[in-house]
């Protein structure tokens, strides 16, 4: 396939703020690059996209994303690779989820290789502002939303596009504690729960309030149903092992997000000659492993943590804690992925895509 170019316009920065930053301390989603990146859904096609300084932007009151929420986001980092070179991690990945969040929620779309490309071009404009520090990376936040300044419901005829970045330091320095949440739910068969949509996360502040009021620093989902499936947990997808496998929730249902952390987990689990099951898993099953001292491990999987270790988990009433050592597979996995994305091994996936 040859790759369309596409004509972006840039307007610089007239003044960077890139000294003002204290590049040690770097709280996560607070810090935001010079500049955005802004495209317009007029008239059934793409305005050009533009680059220009970040700030704010100016919206009638009846926006109607705000009122019915069609508004769709992903999420990304871009890392300092060995050499100093700039490097994302399956890009391409994003702008597929993308599309699909986007045609659930009746939005427009943008062909992944031109958002491929749009991302690029933002994180190359600021590519000063990936951090040097090991660790630390650019998150990435492309989202949409729709425009049209109309009260009535129906899918909106104009759409803004935009993209801006964070330089971040570390998301979770300590192991998770999650619970069980038998009574709420993320997201029903037939329903939203695959799109990376803003009311998915506004519907879950209220669960995770409650658990967090309890002691717990999330909580993790089950089917809607019976509450008797795993499905995942806030923004992360849930891996097990258990007898020295990996298991984890299947994405067949439209329920779960299909993360590209868990799937490049479970790619490199494999390619590790370790065994790896996608199936449904009852919480029965997991508490009944933690019992019998079957269940070794426990793991969120997102871009933001990459692997988040799970020590305790919260099951009606009861406190079941998974041994933090030796998690001798995450550890492996981790290490290998951690490496691959700041281009310190070979790429034999063909996953990094360079800036
Ligand atoms: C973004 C997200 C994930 C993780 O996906 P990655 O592609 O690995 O970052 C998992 N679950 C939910 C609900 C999410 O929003």
Redesign the pocket.
């Known amino acids: 396939m040859i790759e369309e170019k596409i004509d972006v316009k840039i307007t610089p920065t007239q003044e960077s703020r890139i000294n003002q930053v204290d590049w040690e301390n770097l709280p996560f989603g607070k810090i935001f690059s010079d500049h955005m990146l802004e495209m317009n859904y007029i008239n059934g096609k793409w305005s050009t996209p533009e680059i220009k300084p970040f700030s704010q932007l100016s919206l009638h009151p009846a926006t109607s994303a705000i009122h019915y929420g069609q508004s769709v986001f ?3 980092k871009a890392v300092r690779g060995e050499a100093g070179d700039v490097l994302l991690f399956r890009p391409e ?2 702008a597929q ?1 993308f599309k699909e969040s986007c045609e659930r929620m009746c939005m427009a779309t943008i062909e992944p290789d031109i958002f491929v490309q749009l991302v690029k071009q933002i994180v190359d404009v600021d590519r000063d502002w990936v951090p040097q520090k090991e660790g630390y990376s650019l998150y990435i936040r492309p989202f949409m939303f729709a425009t049209d300044d109309y009260i009535g419901i129906k899918p909106s005829g104009t759409y803004k596009f935009l993209i801006f970045t964070c330089p971040v330091g570390h998301y979770y320095s300590k192991p998770v504690k999650v619970k069980i949440e038998e009574y709420y739910s ?1 997201a029903v068969e037939g329903g939203v ?1 695959r799109a ?1 949509t803003s009311g ?2 506004a519907a ?1 502040l209220y669960p995770a309030k409650k658990a967090q009021e309890e002691g717990f620093d999330q909580l993790i989902w089950t089917d809607a149903k019976e509450h008797k499936y795993i499905e ?6 849930v891996v097990f092992e258990i007898d020295g496998k990996l298991v984890t929730p299947s994405e067949e249902s439209d329920t ?9 987990v479970l790619e490199i689990a494999q390619s590790m000659g370790i065994e790896v099951e996608e199936r449904k898993v009852t919480v029965e099953e997991v508490i009944t492993a933690i019992k019998e001292g079957r269940l070794t491990d426990a793991f ?5 943590a990459t692997i988040a270790p799970i020590q305790t988990i919260g099951y009606r009433g009861e406190l079941y804690e998974v041994p933090m050592e030796p998690r001798e597979t995450s550890n492996k996995i981790k290490e290998y992925l951690v490496n691959l994305k700041t281009g310190k091994i070979k790429d034999p996936f063909g996953w990094i895509i360079k800036v």
């Open positions: 992903e999420g990304m990945k994003n989820r993320r729960g990376k998915n996360y879950s995942e947990s806030g923004t992360m997808n779960i997000l299909k993360g590209i952390t868990k799937r490049s969120g999987a997102g871009t933001a």
